[in-house]
Structures are given as C-alpha cells and as structure tokens.
C-alpha cells in the first residue's frame, strides 16, 4: 500500500516538473522573444533617432550682472521662458545631493542607462500589472528635455535611452548636471534651478535651506502640479516625501528632514529684479548676441539710490522725476544709474532716460568758471567781486533771488551761487576757453541752433546731461583731470590705461585750481538737517524752475542728482538746494556704510592758508560797465511756462466761472506805474505797486503780460489747471 502511494507521488511530482518545465520554457522563449524584440526595436530606434540638438542647451535669457555678479535683470527668451544660465558651482552642494540622491543614486555608475533600476522597475509592474517605480536616469531626464518630448509609451522610452547614451557620449557627467539645472521645468514658463529660485524663493540658489532644496527637487517631477503659488499644499507634500527620502538614504539627518518640514513653502511667485532698467536695456540692445552683460554696477548701491529717488518725487509731486548717477572718482566706474524715479509710471514719464537727456544745467558750471580763472591768474578765493547790476549790450544777467550783495569774496559768490559775478568773471576768462576745456574733458555741450558760446554758459546757457556733468565733476575730484565714465566691465579703466598724455588731454583745470574749488565747495551751506562740510557740492536751477541738480563729491565717489519733469514743464519753486541737494545727502550717507573718504590734501599750503595776493585783492572788471539805470521788468510770479494749480475748478470743464482767492502776480523793475493785462485785457491793479490779483476765468492756457510807465513789456505764458 505505502509503495503504490510512494509511486503515486512519483507520478505526481514528474508530472508537475512536466508542467513547470513547459512554463519555464515558455517563459524562457517570451523573455527571450522579447529581449530580441527589445533588442531589434532599439537598434531600428537608435538608426531612427535623429542627432541631438542642442539649440535649447544654449537658448537662455539674457542676464546683466553687476560688478560682482549678483544679477541685475533677466529677459524672457524668444519662446517666452525663463531660462537663466547657471552652473553647478552657483548651485547649494545640499540641493545637488538631495537631487541625486532622489532622481538617480548611481548617477556617476553607469552610461546614461541604470540597468538595475531598468530590471527593478520591470519586475515591479509584472507583479503589480502597473507601473510602479519609473526608471528613469537625470541623463533619460535631460535628453528628454533637449528634445522638448516627453513621450510614455515604450517606444518613447527606448527612444530616450538611445538619446541618454548619445548624450553620455558627447558630454561629461558635469555638463549633463549642468544643463539639466538649466532646463528643468518648475512649473509656468519658469525653467531652470535659478529661474525657480528667484520667483518662488526670492535669492539665488547658491545657499538654500534644507527645505528650500527639497522644494527645488520635488518640483520638476510634476512642475504645474506642484506649483507652490497656485498649488502650494500639493509642494507641500511632495518637499516632504523628499526629505523622507533623502534622509533614508544618509544625505540629511532625520532633525535636518524635521526641520526641513516645519518650513513655510512660499505661496506667491515673485518678480525678477530689474535694477538699472534704462541703462539694462541699452547693454542688450547693444550686444544682443551676448548671454551675460558683465557692468560696473554695484547693485547694493544701485537698490538704495532708486529708493532714495523714489522717495524723493514722491515728497515733490506726482508728475515729476528723478535721476542719478554713482561714480568712482578714480576708476570713472560707475556704481549706480538711475534714468528715473520709477521706470514703469507712465505719469512720471518713467520710460524717458533722464540721466542722458540733454537739460540745462543751471548753476553747476559756476566752479568750472572760477577754476579757470585761479589758473588764468585773474582771481582767488579771497578776491573782492562787486555783485553789482551790469550789462553786456543787451544782456543783463540777474542773480537768482533779484537781489544783489555789494561787495564780497569770490568764496562767497560761489558758497551764495551768485550769477552776476559768475557772469563778470566769464566775460574775462572768454567764453570760448569755457567750452573748449569742457570739450576736452570728454564732455559735449550742445549749444541752442548751434550758437557761439556766449557768457549765458555761466548761468546754464548750454545743454549737459547728467553723465557729462559727472565727468567733469571728477576733474574736480581728481586733481583737475576728468575721467571717463565707464558702465561696462569689458571697457578698459581709466586707471590701467592711464599716461601722462592721457592725463594731460584730459586736465580740465590745475591740481591747485581744482583744490581751491573743492575748498570752496565744501562750504557751500547744506539743505536744512545735513551735515556741513563733509561733502563739497554745487546746486543749479535752470530757467523756469524745470530741472534741480545737485552734484558733489568726496575723496572717493561723485554723485549728481537731476530732479524735473521730463516733458520739460516749469515746476514753480522747484530749486536745486530743495529738491536735489536732500537726495544728494542721503546717497552719501549710504555710500560705504556712511563713512566718508577724506579729501586730497592741498597741493600747496601756503595757497591755502593765505588770502588773495595784492594783485588780486580787488576783480579787476573789464569790457562792460556797471548798471545804473532802472532794474528790468521782470514777472517773477508766476514763471513763463509754468503750471498753476487752481482749486475750484472741474477737471473735466475746460472753462467755467471760477471763484476763490486770487492769484498774485508778482513783477520787479522797471519804472511805476504797472499796467497788468491777461490775454491781452487790462485787469485792476494798484498803479504804484508792483503786484496785481488775477481770478482766473478757467482752467487752460493766459499770456500774462506787464508794461511798465517807459513802455517796457515782460510777458509769460502759464497754464491753469484744477
């Protein structure tokens, strides 16, 4: 009995080898059937496939940088992305970890293709009769991201395996790395590690946090998805399942993943900076093949003047702007430009580059006047000037208040920014040695119609952008020589192409000229709180109240500050000490942390310690007479060409009856009585006074005009608005 059952059992279990044999065979001929399938597909693929492209690889934004390479502004890419260029070494070591760690361990092992994660991914979707585990390698990754395809089919696959081991082929494991943080989609049109750093994080990616980096990883598996402004709980949950397994695999401790998980995922995409807009624009209009623009800027100082303009016009008034400009006295680098207050207003006219616009300068020329003079051996600091009235035929400058001061110091004339001895003392140095020193300091005046020089330069009568004044500012900064002004870091510097020649075509002035201005410039009263003497510096107001400037320098930097409307409408009351001279003090005392480089010591001390030689005493005054007949007629209030605001009237009537208190016209000189007319019409008026009330009769354009007993007229066209 036990023997028929033990043969049984025999039959049994031969029976089952028989059947388990057939199955292994047939097992054996279907893996063997589809490995050469496999095998024959992939090779009909690979003679398919056409040659990687790698236009994308290289079609980034452009980005300008500053002078240590932090960015000042990217620009989309053609095809509207955000593809900045980075390079691992910009790259937080942790991120790279962490997304080797998560997308591909054995990286640096194999060819483009992980065959065991291959094998191991296969396995798995046999048991489970569905993809489990992907097995995709960062190379699969990256080549499927040149080739801007993500097919999931089996063909598709095998497609991007036959590109991964071309791609291992053509590059290094570095270059790989590198353009993958280049291409790698974050959701929107963000791609790139940097990309996404800037607009979800607001830094650059070169120090992140352990959350941060985690974020960064999990992103591109699912870019729209996961987008943390849009889908943040979703970033959530995919930042923590890479820590989980970052940190089982020994990358990141467990406290660092706790850690990593109690961090706030930003829920808002951020701006790209844009520092320096107007000047950003004209490097990559003017190198538009160039990826990176390398400039001179210094974007921490860029960033605290645009603030500071900013802040200006807005105590100003909502039509005005403001512009800029940071230089290195020595090198002419420059280390911040600001065109304007606010580069998108439309109602500051945000888009006009007002630091090249050609305005009148004002005063600012004055120093440039006296410096040449001390040279010509005609004047010194200490030299007696009358500020009496005086015409030259028929031009009779004025000083800025109407008033004049009698006797005084040069020192003095300059500290009080008169015009009158300004004028007197160009008429002796001639006009034309004026703009011909100008000239050859690498500046370019333009003249109105193309005029000869004449002494009205003194007083702004020339046309100067706020980079020009700038350089000829560093001549009084720099021993009398101007340096040229440089934005780019690819122009050579001053300072390594410098010789004597150089030097020499460029002196604007001499060391001691130069000396004796500054001296006399840092004791130029300052705006109301700022403190005196650590800074010289010269305002200007040009005619009509439409540009305030403010330029000056200590031992290191010359700062110019322009402020006005750009469309070049009189703002009443509008002054240089008001407007731009504040500004002007709040970016020295931003630049460096506030701490001042002491000034050049005077070339000669005696020149400095004693007062005008005997020759010099007095200004010695020729070619025109002094002025004792009548002051000229003049409408001092309001200006010609300025703008009125008159409350009680509708924006939207352009004339109506309007009632309110007066405007006061305001007139100086010639000789009583005073007869006041608006747009031709006599108005009431004291006959003995040299003031009138005007009501408007609604808002738009009058021509006021004045005459006076002699027949004398003085007229200015002004605007009323509500």
């Known amino acids: 009995m036990s023997r028929a059952l033990t043969d049984v059992n025999k039959d049994a279990r031969r029976r089952r080898w028989k059947r388990n044999g057939r199955r292994l065979s047939a097992a054996c001929i279907a893996v063997a059937g589809t490995a050469v399938f496999a095998v024959g597909t992939l090779i009909a693929i690979e003679r398919s496939v056409t040659p990687l492209d790698l236009v994308r690889v290289h079609a980034v934004s452009q980005v300008v940088v500053d002078r240590n390479d932090r960015l000042l502004r990217a620009y989309i890419t053609p095809d509207g992305r955000w593809r900045l260029p980075v390079e691992r070494d910009a790259v937080d070591p942790r991120y790279l970890a962490m997304l080797l760690a998560y997308e591909d361990r054995r990286f640096y092992e194999h060819t483009g293709v992980d065959a065991r994660a291959l094998a191991r991914a296969a396995l798995q979707a046999m048991r489970a009769g569905r993809v489990v585990s992907g097995a995709s390698t960062l190379t699969m990754q990256t080549a499927r991201l040149i080739d801007a395809r993500h097919e999931r089919t ?60 985690a974020l960064l990883v999990a992103l591109p598996q699912s870019p729209e998805a996961r987008r943390p402004d849009r889908y943040a709980a979703a970033a959530r949950r995919a930042r923590d399942r890479v820590l989980d397994r970052v940190a089982a695999a020994g990358v990141i401790t467990a406290a660092e993943a706790r850690a990593g998980k109690r961090e706030r995922v ?26 990176t623009h390398r400039l001179t800027i210094d974007r921490p100082t860029q960033a605290e003047v645009e603030g500071i303009l900013a802040n200006t016009v807005t105590r100003l008034g909502r039509r005005l702007s403001a512009a800029a400009i940071v230089v290195d006295r020595h090198t002419g680098d420059v280390h911040a430009l600001a065109g304007s207050s606010d580069f998108l207003s439309r109602n500051r006219f945000g888009a006009v580059d007002m630091a090249r616009a050609i305005r009148s300068p004002g005063s600012t020329l004055k120093p440039f006047v006296y410096g040449l003079a001390f040279d010509a051996g ?19 400058p004025e000083n800025f208040d109407k008033k004049y001061r009698g006797s005084l110091s040069i020192r003095r004339a300059l500290h009080l920014s008169l015009n009158v001895p300004a004028v007197k003392v160009l008429h002796r140095v001639g006009s034309a040695r004026l703009m011909a020193r100008l000239r050859r300091s690498g500046v370019d005046p333009t003249l109105p119609n193309r005029s000869a020089p004449s002494l009205a330069i003194a007083l702004g009568g020339v046309g100067l952008s706020l980079g020009d004044l700038a350089t000829l500012y560093t001549a009084l900064a720099n021993e009398g ?12 510097r001053a300072e390594v192409s410098e010789t004597a020649e150089s030097r020499t075509a460029r002196r604007l002035i001499s060391r001691k000229a130069a000396w004796a201005i500054t001296d006399i410039l840092r004791g130029t009263p300052p705006p109301k709180n700022a403190p005196r ?62 701490k001042r480089t002491p000034f050049p010591s005077p070339p000669d001390a005696q020149f400095a310690a004693r007062g005008a030689p005997l020759p010099l005493q007095r200004f010695r005054f020729r070619g025109a007479a002094e002025r004792t007949d009548v002051h000229p007629l003049t409408i001092l209030y309001p200006p010609d060409q300025s703008e009125v605001v008159y409350a009680g009237l509708a924006r939207d009537v352009p004339r109506q009856s309007a ?10 000189g010639g000789r009583k009585p005073l007869t006041w007319l608006v747009d031709g019409m006599p108005i009431e008026s004291a006959r003995h006074r040299t003031s009138a009330h005007w009501v408007p009769s609604g808002a738009g354009f009058s021509e006021l005009t004045v005459i006076d007993a002699e027949g004398r007229a003085a007229r200015a066209r002004v605007r009323i608005r509500p």
């Not at 590109?163 to 974050?186: C, G, H, N, W």
């Not at 003497?533 to 109240?545: E, H, N, P, Q, V």
């Open 266 to 291: 930003a829920s808002r995409r951020r701006t790209f900076p844009m520092y320096a807009p107007h000047l950003t624009d004209r490097e990559v209009a003017r190198r538009p093949d160039a990826r």
């Open 481 to 492: 020589v101007a340096t040229p002004l440089r934005t780019n870091r690819a122009t050579p």
């Open 154 to 213: 089996l063909v598709g696959k095998l497609r991007q395996i036959v590109r991964a081991r071309r791609l291992e082929q053509r590059m290094s494991k570095t270059e790989i790395i590198d353009v993958y943080l280049r291409l790698a989609p974050f959701g929107g049109n963000l791609e790139g590690v940097r990309a996404a750093s800037l607009a979800y994080l607001g830094k650059e990616p070169a120090r992140l946090s352990i959350g941060e980096a």
């Open 533 to 594: 003497g650590r800074i010289a510096f010269k305002t200007g107001t040009s005619y009509g109240f439409r540009d305030a400037w403010a330029v000056g320098y200590d031992g290191r930097y010359v700062v110019g500050i322009w402020v006005g409307r750009p469309d070049g409408v009189a703002t009443p009351g509008l002054t240089g000490i008001t407007a731009a001279a504040p500004a002007l003090f709040d970016v020295f005392a931003r630049l460096d942390g506030g």
């Open 378 to 396: 005609i004047a010194h600091p200490e030299t007696t000037i009358e500020d009496r009235p005086v015409r030259f035929g028929a031009y009779a």
């Open 659 to 668: 009632r309110g208190r007066p405007i006061v016209l305001k007139a100086e």
